[in-house]
């Protein structure tokens, strides 16, 4: 069983960054990807970043070229560093890792989530 340990939400002001980590842990054979979604109230989950085994990383539209996504493969991290934070922002963000455990047994792990509050 691989569990996501989340941190680093918060409220910000309008134009503020933060920067939300998630570590991994237990047995990992490989990791696929690792994804932060967000889901503000009232709506579905959605992709914010993603970033694949080879180092891919897609965004969502919504949030290029203000957000960031990276990891540290020797911590099995993947941080979420955003910037120029908008009120639109404001939502519960989960990170979402997908890989392998012992005997290659796939595993597909969410983080508790983080509240990140954008609010003047």
């Known amino acids: 069983q691989v569990q996501l340990v989340e941190s680093g939400g918060g409220l910000v002001q309008p134009g503020g960054s933060l920067r939300l980590s998630c570590a991994a842990s237990?047995?990992?054979?490989?990791?696929?990807?690792m994804d932060w979604y967000r889901q503000a109230p009232g709506k579905q989950r959605e992709l914010v970043a993603s970033?694949?085994?080879?180092?891919?990383?897609n965004y969502a539209d919504f949030v290029k070229g203000r957000f960031t996504i990276s990891r540290d493969i020797a911590k099995n991290t993947v941080y979420l560093q955003m910037n120029s934070l908008k009120l639109e922002n404001t939502a519960v963000y989960y990170c979402?890792?997908?890989?392998?455990?012992?005997?290659?047994?796939?595993?597909?792990?969410w983080g508790q989530g983080t509240q990140v509050t954008v609010s003047s």
């Open positions: 979402n890792v997908k890989g392998g455990s012992n005997f290659r047994n796939p595993f597909d792990s």
């Open positions: 237990g047995i990992i054979y490989s990791i696929n990807s």
């Open positions: 970033i694949s085994s080879d180092g891919r990383i």
